[in-house]
């Protein structure tokens, strides 16, 4: 398999950065490819990849990683404050940090006769005691109704037999009264090692504790006493192990952070414990109590030092640590600085819902791995405001957005049900619950458009909305950089899914790559991430690298992303085909090279995808990738799926002698597709060309012609040959079928004579032929035409233009 040696000199050129090619040896400098967002130098200067803002880049070395809030700013805490304030509150700074008038005298006399068991007793008693709104910010993983009431959360489980087993079955498998505690497959018995390596999960993952969860549901559901008791034994064990946690080298972590004391796993977890506290306050001991107000008490401090004390950041973390720290604020109100949370997590909130959503729907982060996740805090902040504080101008004000956001992930899911999962996302179905419940939320039938299949008709018969498709079917997302396209919302429909986007938190080493769909299949797919995440060993050497995408690659290298995006964009999605057009400088620097992708989608029939590069360089490679979960064949000029329903892909015939055509394998993430493993090894097509330094012949064109079924494919009757046109300032290709020949055009907008039949100042011209006549045709940017067939256009201003016999 040359997976392997292909990753090998992939990584050496990206540890190798610019370092020149030696003669006779393809260039493959570019640089690193990383598992988190780095740093990065312009001069002598640092700048944080996120705010852009100058950093000084210290050494850590030695540095108590407690104390660090930011993996890009050198902002601290204070190491007495942490110490006094946060990690180890004493009784009587709990008490200061009480607003508990009827309480202090008591409290007072209880710390001055040094009686902290009546001091626990009192605060056990008050938090017991107090009114509650009973609703909970977190329940099951089915759940996309946030802040509902516990009797309502119950009412829906109960309804629900699978929702139900699967909370009794995680709780069941997280403790057993005779058997104990299992935590990542590994049985613990009495007592869990909070410091234990495991293969399946990172020590950041462990302490996240996210079997929390499921034991409050269980609790919730049965009222079962020894599920407070568990929790009780495990906070425990876990309180009295946080200093005994060892710091270890992490795979692919450039630079680390505490494994308790961070911005996400604070975040989370204080949103569990805040939680926990108030399903089993009243269950727990009044010295285990105790602990739980101070471990909330010293996080959420932490949490309002990193919002304190580091800029903006468009990207998740800071956006969950805004909803905690507020949800700390609203759910204990006592503490004297929840006022100050409060403020400061709302700040911060209403910048991300600004910023981090984009006008168009999408996500700063650029992938549909946190759709769902940012989702839920953005709407769970709304809900808490307004639950908690009788506030609802945060929904009033912003849920338009949030319903612009669903949206866009509803436009661009694939038609078998699945995401897209451009950069660092899963593929899989677990946005379609989202759409449902949104659905009735919004009153938006059409976000079940194109998932419909996901439902059996008894559930779409119980649904208090009417199902409809989605009004557009192709569609650019200018701010987000993706463009779909699609000729229906059915499940067989064509569709392609195109990134023309720069750098972002979580993003890869992309650039023009897609995905496509047809007749119910998949024929292009991205390779996702692996089973393990961003502990998979593959993440950074094959998952992130432009070798896994379907994308133009320049002698393997990785391309530049931070501030690449495609530009000179054309996109006219016309009735019966589609343009689109872009360019990407990500090889610029280093390979001297700019690449320019053209895709004409015919619809319901192929996409003509057109790859110019423009280098003067010689003797580099371009090589177009193609990742396919169908069993490939090769065949002339391309290769042909052996399936029933498949596609056939072929290049430009007369480039034949000068492409070395590969087909290789890469494994690929398939989650979620029918009769698929969630991970295994697909066909990796590349087709290989020596560049010469000639924007004429530097140039690939590729023919995706997908079928139904291979009854009625005549192979050698699908071709695609470049077209000598009169003026050589233009390029064209003619695609022949079995019934039709089409030639398209691509030209730069001047008047241009390109055959005896066929002129005119268009930049894109499509003309399909059968029997040797004009059956139909399309233009983008045309004002004059003459084309034989049909008769001569000719318009005041530039417009798009359909004919149809």
């Given amino acids: 398999m040359r997976?392997?040696?292909l990753l090998s000199f992939a990584l050496i050129s990206a540890w190798a950065l610019a370092a020149a090619a030696a003669?006779?040896?393809?260039?493959?400098?570019?640089?690193?490819?990383?598992?988190?967002?780095?740093?990065?130098?312009?001069?002598e200067q640092w700048h944080c990849p996120l705010c852009r803002q100058p950093v000084e880049n210290r050494d850590r070395f030695g540095l108590d990683l407690k104390l660090c809030l930011s993996e890009w700013h050198d902002v601290f805490i204070e190491e007495t404050y942490f110490k006094e304030k946060i990690r180890y509150i004493s009784d009587e700074e709990l008490v200061q940090s009480l607003r508990l008038p009827t309480l202090k005298p008591a409290s007072q006399g209880d710390l001055q006769n040094n009686d902290p068991d009546r001091l626990s007793a009192l605060l056990h008693d008050y938090f017991a005691g107090r009114k509650d709104n009973r609703r909970l910010s977190t329940y099951d993983a089915q759940n996309k109704k946030y802040f509902i009431t516990i009797d309502e959360f119950l009412q829906e489980v109960r309804a629900d037999s699978h929702r139900t087993n699967a909370i009794v079955r995680s709780a069941h498998t997280f403790y057993n009264p005779e058997k104990g505690f299992t935590l990542f497959g590994v049985h613990w018995g009495d007592r869990i090692d909070f410091n234990h390596t495991y293969s399946n999960a990172s020590k950041w993952g462990v302490h996240y504790l996210s079997f929390l969860d499921d034991q409050i549901n269980y609790f919730l559901l049965t009222r079962d006493p020894q599920t407070a008791l568990a929790f009780e034994m495990v906070f425990n064990q876990w309180y009295d192990q946080l200093d005994s946690v060892q710091q270890e080298p992490v795979i692919h972590y450039q630079k680390s952070y505490d494994f308790i004391w961070y911005e996400l796993g604070l975040a989370n977890r204080t949103q569990k414990f805040i939680?926990?506290?108030?399903?089993?306050?009243g269950h727990l001991s009044p010295e285990t109590h105790k602990r739980l107000l101070k471990i909330i008490l010293g996080s959420s401090r932490w949490l309002e030092q990193c919002l304190e004390k580091t800029p903006f950041h468009?990207?998740?973390?800071?956006?969950?640590?805004?909803?905690?720290?507020?949800y700390a604020a609203t759910a204990f109100p006592e503490f004297a600085e929840s006022a100050r949370w409060l403020a400061l997590g709302k700040k911060y909130m209403i910048l991300h819902l600004e910023n981090d959503i984009r006008d168009d729907g999408g996500y700063v982060e650029r992938t549909p791995g946190y759709a769902s996740y940012m989702f839920s805090v953005f709407y769970r902040y709304m809900m808490m405001m307004e639950y908690f504080l009788n506030d609802p101008s945060l929904r009033q004000a912003y849920l338009p957005r949030l319903e612009k956001f669903i949206e866009y992930f509803v436009l661009t899911q694939t038609p078998v049900g699945v995401n897209a999962p451009f950069n660092d996302a899963a593929r899989g179905k677990d946005l379609v619950t989202l759409f449902k419940e949104m659905s009735v939320f919004f009153r938006r039938g059409d976000f079940l458009g194109g998932v419909r299949n996901e439902f059996s008709p008894e559930t779409q018969a119980t649904l208090p909305v009417a199902i409809r498709e989605p009004e557009i079917t192709s569609i650019d997302f200018p701010d987000s950089r993706?463009?779909?396209m699609r000729d229906s919302w059915q499940p067989t429909s064509y569709y392609l899914m195109l990134n023309y986007g720069e750098w972002q938190n979580h993003t890869h080493y992309d650039q023009l790559d897609f995905e496509i769909y047809a007749n119910g299949v998949p024929i292009a797919l991205d390779a996702g991430i692996g089973g393990l995440g961003y502990l998979d060993s593959l993440h950074v050497s094959w998952y992130k690298h432009p070798l896994a995408h379907n994308m133009v690659t320049i002698n393997q290298a990785v391309p530049e992303k931070r501030d690449r995006p495609g530009y000179d964009k054309v996109w006219a999605p016309l009735t019966n085909v589609?343009?689109?057009?872009a360019t990407h400088d990500g090889y610029l620097d280093y390979q001297k090279a700019r690449h320019r992708r053209h895709i004409v989608f015919a619809k319901k029939r192929y996409w003509l995808i057109i790859d110019q590069i423009h280098t003067e360089r010689k003797s580099q490679e371009m090589d177009f990738n193609l990742h396919t979960p169908c069993s490939m064949s090769a065949v002339e000029d391309g290769?042909?799926?052996l399936e029933e329903t498949g596609f056939l892909i072929k290049q430009d015939h007369q480039d034949a002698p000068f492409v070395e055509k590969i087909k290789d394998k890469g494994i690929a993430d398939l989650r979620g597709l029918a009769h698929e493993p969630s991970h295994r090894e697909i066909d990796w097509l590349i087709f290989r060309?020596?560049?010469?330094?000639?924007?004429?012949?530097?140039?690939?064109?590729?023919?995706i012609y997908p079928f139904a079924s291979k009854a009625g494919l005549a192979v050698e009757a699908v071709t695609v040959e470049r077209q000598a046109l009169q003026d050589r300032a233009a390029i064209a290709y003619t695609v022949k079928t079995k019934d039709r020949r089409d030639l398209i055009i691509v030209s730069d907008g001047a008047y241009r004579t390109f055959t005896g039949s066929v002129a005119g100042d268009f930049t894109y011209g499509w003309f399909s032929y059968r029997d040797g006549r004009l059956d139909a045709a399309a233009f983008t940017d045309v004002s004059r035409c003459k084309v034989k067939g049909m008769r001569g256009l000719s318009f005041k201003t530039k417009r798009e233009y359909e004919f149809k016999r």
């Fill in 3 to 5: 997976l392997g040696k």
């Fill in 23 to 43: 003669p006779n040896e393809l260039d493959r400098s570019g640089p690193a490819i990383a598992l988190q967002s780095v740093v990065y130098q312009v001069g």
């Fill in 275 to 281: 939680d926990a506290a108030r399903v089993f306050g």
């Fill in 314 to 326: 468009p990207y998740n973390w800071q956006t969950h640590t805004a909803f905690t720290l507020s």
């Fill in 482 to 484: 993706f463009v779909v």
């Fill in 578 to 581: 589609e343009f689109f057009a």
């Fill in 639 to 641: 290769f042909v799926s």
């Fill in 689 to 703: 060309k020596k560049l010469q330094g000639d924007p004429t012949v530097d140039r690939m064109a590729t023919l």
